[in-house]
């Protein structure tokens, strides 16, 4: 009876640690996906800008990267953006334990992709820091968001004061938590579950569009899986200063207070009204 015993608590330890490195891929590949996709139009943008050679990339591009990247990680893999995972934690009772594996997945997920994207355009990367290097413009240019560094981490735009980047991610941030928890909500009848990705992803097209040169991260794991990789690759300069701060924190309390308002102003409007607006 002993050895049966020992031998069913082995096999359940043995389900459970597959269960969870299979969750843990799912959650890593959830943010390859969208690191290849929008990471990958950034660098083309870059080496276009950098090197001459024309149509391999814009900030039209990118977006769409990033937003089918996103739509794609949401249907394959069910990955969320780590703020939204906070939410669920703050309001949802979503486990603590499971949300920061989940995080620590997307990070890693991230860093190795943006890693493998280094690889595969690294003859391009090395002739950009040559030729900055040979202008004597590579330790201004390097970590900025022109630079070869600005292509897997995000930097302050230059000329810009960090309260007006502050300002730029918080309220994009805001509006983007607004309208996931808008889609995801189950008393939300106009968007089929089918479309919750595809929307979620063209909302954050959006904000990259329109808000995105002024200096935005909107991802957490997005963000220090590619300061990490920079730091890899560059060492501690690729830091990025006190502006890392502002894009690895500033989404999670906009997101929480998207989720706030979005409650707050159409949920309980919507239990209470009788006939549809529309």
Same mark, same amino acid.
């Given at each position: 009876?002993?050895?049966?015993?020992?031998?069913?608590?082995?096999?359940?330890?043995?389900?459970?640690?597959?269960?969870?490195?299979?969750?843990?891929?799912?959650?890593?590949?959830?943010?390859?996906?969208?690191?290849?996709?929008?990471?990958?139009?950034?660098?083309?943008?870059?080496?276009?800008?950098?090197?001459?050679?024309?149509?391999?990339?814009?900030?039209?591009?990118?977006?769409?990267?990033?937003?089918?990247?996103?739509?794609?990680?949401?249907?394959?893999?069910?990955?969320?953006?780590?703020?939204?995972?906070?939410?669920?934690?703050?309001?949802?009772?979503?486990?603590?334990?499971?949300?920061?594996?989940?995080?620590?997945?997307?990070?890693?997920?991230?860093?190795?992709?943006?890693?493998?994207?280094?690889?595969?355009?690294?003859?391009?990367?090395?002739?950009?820091?040559?030729?900055?290097?040979?202008?004597?413009?590579?330790?201004?240019? @390097?970590?900025?968001?022109?630079?070869?560094?600005?292509?897997?981490? $995000?930097?302050?735009?230059?000329?810009?004061?960090?309260?007006?980047? $502050?300002?730029?991610?918080?309220?994009?941030?805001?509006?983007?938590?607004?309208?996931?928890?808008?889609?995801?909500?189950?008393?939300?009848?106009?968007?089929?579950?089918?479309?919750?990705?595809? @929307?979620?992803? $063209?909302?954050?097209?959006?904000?990259?569009?329109?808000?995105?040169?002024?200096?935005?991260?909107?991802?957490?794991?997005?963000? @220090?899986?590619?300061?990490?990789?920079?730091?890899?690759?560059?060492?501690?300069?690729?830091?990025?200063?006190?502006?890392?701060?502002?894009?690895?924190?500033?989404?999670?309390?906009?997101?929480?207070?998207?989720?706030?308002?979005?409650?707050?102003?159409?949920?309980?409007?919507?239990?209470?009204?009788?006939?549809?607006?529309?």
């Amino acid at each position: 009876m002993l050895k049966a015993a020992t031998t069913m608590e082995n096999v359940e330890l043995g389900d459970s640690v597959i269960k969870a490195l299979v969750l843990t891929t799912g959650r890593q590949m959830g943010m390859v996906l969208v690191c290849y996709a929008g990471v990958g139009a950034q660098t083309a943008f870059v080496v276009a800008n950098s090197s001459g050679p024309t149509g391999l990339g814009s900030l039209f591009i990118i977006g769409i990267a990033y937003g089918f990247g996103i739509a794609m990680s949401i249907v394959v893999c069910n990955t969320q953006n780590p703020c939204i995972i906070v939410t669920l934690v703050v309001f949802k009772k979503f486990p603590v334990g499971k949300a920061i594996r989940n995080i620590i997945c997307q990070i890693i997920g991230g860093y190795v992709a943006i890693l493998l994207i280094y690889i595969q355009w690294k003859s391009f990367f090395s002739q950009i820091e040559a030729t900055l290097a040979a202008e004597g413009t590579l330790a201004t240019t @390097l970590f900025t968001p022109a630079g070869p560094a600005g292509v897997l981490a $995000f930097y302050a735009p230059p000329g810009i004061s960090l309260g007006l980047i $502050f300002c730029n991610e918080f309220f994009t941030d805001f509006i983007l938590g607004f309208i996931v928890f808008a889609c995801a909500d189950p008393l939300n009848y106009n968007v089929p579950h089918k479309t919750l990705p595809w @929307l979620i992803g $063209f909302s954050y097209i959006v904000a990259i569009w329109g808000y995105g040169p002024v200096g935005l991260a909107a991802n957490t794991a997005r963000d @220090l899986s590619g300061r990490f990789a920079a730091l890899t690759i560059w060492g501690t300069r690729a830091w990025g200063g006190q502006y890392a701060a502002i894009a690895a924190l500033t989404n999670f309390p906009a997101t929480i207070l998207g989720y706030i308002a979005y409650e707050m102003i159409l949920v309980d409007s919507r239990l209470c009204s009788k006939q549809p607006l529309i």
